[in-house]
């Protein structure tokens, strides 16, 4: 396992939040102490086992592609923090 | 003896008789939500008109008709609110039921009151709440536990028959421990997760907080099955989870997983899980020592995988078709962070934070990919176990329930809390945790688990050993004092 880098700065551009001076420093303590804790997992061989992504073993279920009734556009509509004409206003992406 | 006391087979039973009416069941609850919530603190918001609108209508043949249940705040129910604890779904109305909603509305059931939990299910304390700290009714100084420690809480206290929480590694079982109440966490993909707002989706599952085992598999009952909008529900057919109800334990071959007896454990915890596996014994059940080998990577392997998917799921809380959005953003990105800063409280940052990190171009695979590799061989420890026994049993949690304030600025030694029911939800087991006795601290009586681990839609089975068990025990009726 390669040692832990972590940015916490760079990480959370990454992941869309703001966060304080005092809250990333913060962070990078307690964050490195975690990743150290979970350094122990390189003492596993794990050079022949498959990774488990789900505990069921299920892949691909399929269903008939057939129109159901849906939420209605005002209840679907009802929690947005903008709205105009029936539609979700979302921030200026273009100039 | 009180309303508020009755189990829901009791309540159920009397109210089929027609000695009480459904609304005076949420009357009563009400009355006693009134009288001790200001302490304990376990309801974030509830809805008395609603409730008795529906209850006036239930329909009490049913199998849970007329039984007002709790419902962690995290769980969609029509018009309600469902804030997840946190300030960035704090005006949010949910539009639709939960499958589990209109499931338990089939089966007669009046849900009622939102539960308090740590934010987006993260944590172990509920005091990552951005609200309120529940309090444990056992001693109001101390934590109930949690996620879900609003639902724990509000069983023991006597301000619920019944509630629903989720538990993503533990977040059931371990505040039913240390509150003293029966918490089960179904098999992964046994009951539908539609409508539960998603922390890590291939951990989480919903399950029932009651007083009784048999409680626990009538609300089973209710909520299990296939779910055409969930994927990951599995087509098992729904067992009746009371049937194997008062079969004793001989033949039953229970195993101990040596590993979940080492040292750390509080003094205490050990000698009431030890007293409760004997007396196991002595009710007939044959003990066999087994090894889950792999049981001391099962914490680091959980907060790689469940930030992972959590820091994927959360990501949908982008101020754009529900919750906050920050004022006057001068572009997208700054309407993003702002938003995402103002209403995510500092776990939920914490784990989006790591959950990112493990999973970011570079570290995948010494993190992310080797998480889910150890996790295969943390499942095939449970396959070999259950080659040698029907189920698993041992301590639900290390400690008895902590300080308030006591643990909030080490999350390390918060995650390690999780240590014995982390591992059934990577192996997507079931298990329940029954009381087994009290601990005493600081004078104070609290309440210990032990937990029974299950193979995959095993249920009926680990109702039946863990009632067994109970019922020679009168532990489930001790009744804090409030």
């Not at chain 2, 055409?228 to 729904?238: E, G, H, K, N, Y």
């Not at chain 2, 229970?254 to 009710?283: H, N, T, W």
């Not at chain 2, 009168?474 to 804090?480: E, G, L, S």
Request: net charge negative; aromatic share 8%.
């Amino acid at each position: 396992m390669s040692s832990p880098e972590l940015d916490v700065r760079y990480v959370a551009n990454l992941a869309r939040i703001d966060l304080s001076d005092a809250e990333i420093a913060q962070f990078q303590t307690q964050l490195g102490r975690v990743l150290e804790y979970v350094e122990q997992l390189s003492q596993v061989d794990v050079s022949h086992v498959e990774p488990t992504a789900h505990a069921n073993d299920i892949t691909n279920v399929f269903r008939a592609d057939e129109a159901k009734p849906g939420l209605e556009k005002k209840a679907a509509l009802a929690n947005a923090p903008r709205q105009a004409n029936g539609l979700v206003m979302v921030t200026k992406v273009v100039e | 003896m009180e309303i508020t006391d009755l189990s829901v087979a009791d309540l159920q039973a009397r109210l089929r008789a027609r000695e009480l009416s459904p609304v005076d069941a949420v009357n009563a609850l009400e009355e006693r939500i009134e009288a001790i919530d200001p302490q304990v603190q376990a309801y974030l918001s509830r809805d008395l008109a609603a409730a008795r609108e529906e209850a006036a209508k239930a329909d009490v043949t049913l199998p849970l008709g007329g039984v007002p249940i709790g419902i962690k705040d995290v769980i969609n129910v029509t018009g309600q609110p469902c804030t997840a604890a946190s300030k960035i779904l704090e005006s949010y109305r949910s539009p639709y039921d939960a499958t589990v909603i209109a499931r338990l509305r089939a089966a007669g059931a009046v849900p009622f009151g939102r539960l308090n939990l740590d934010e987006f299910a993260m944590g172990s304390s509920t005091e990552n709440s951005a609200y309120q700290a529940t309090r444990n009714p056992w001693d109001l100084t101390r934590i109930p536990g949690g996620s879900s420690g609003g639902s724990a809480a509000a069983v023991a206290a006597r301000e619920a028959f019944a509630t629903l929480g989720s538990d993503t590694g533990g977040s059931i079982r371990q505040p039913a421990a240390l509150c003293g109440c029966v918490g089960l966490k179904p098999t992964y993909g046994r009951v539908s997760r539609y409508g539960l707002i998603a922390f890590a989706s291939s951990l989480d599952q919903i399950g029932p907080f009651t007083r009784t085992t048999r409680d626990s598999g009538l609300l089973l009952n209710a909520i299990s099955g296939r779910d055409p909008r969930d994927s990951t529900s599995l087509d098992q057919p729904v067992e009746d989870y009371t049937a194997l109800l008062g079969r004793d334990l001989k033949g039953v071959r229970l195993g101990i997983p040596k590993e979940y007896f080492v040292d750390g454990m509080d003094a205490q915890v050990r000698a009431s899980v030890e007293a409760a596996i004997k007396q196991c014994e002595s009710l007939g059940a044959e003990l066999v020592e087994v090894s889950l080998p792999h049981t001391e990577f099962a914490v680091g392997v959980y907060y790689i995988i469940a930030t992972a998917e959590a820091s994927a799921n959360l990501a949908r809380f982008d101020g754009v078709r529900y919750g906050h959005r920050a004022d006057a953003p001068k572009d997208l990105l700054d309407h993003y962070k702002r938003t995402r800063e103002e209403g995510f409280g500092s776990e939920v940052k914490r784990r989006i934070i790591l959950g990112t990190y493990v999973l970011s171009s570079g570290y995948y695979d010494a993190f992310y990919l080797r998480a889910q590799k150890v996790r295969t061989l943390i499942r095939q420890d449970f396959t070999n176990a259950f080659a040698q026994c029907d189920a698993l049993v041992c301590p639900t949690s290390p400690d008895l329930a902590f300080k308030l304030g006591e643990r909030t600025d080490d999350p390390l030694r918060m995650y390690l809390a999780d240590i014995f029911t982390i591992a059934a939800n990577l192996a997507g087991i079931c298990g329940l945790s029954v009381p087994c006795g009290f601990g005493e601290a600081d004078g104070t009586k609290l309440p210990i688990g032990l937990q029974f681990l299950g193979k995959p839609f095993d249920e009926a089975r680990l109702l039946q050993i863990a009632h067994a068990y109970e019922q020679s025990t009168d532990w489930h009726k001790a009744q804090p004092t409030l």
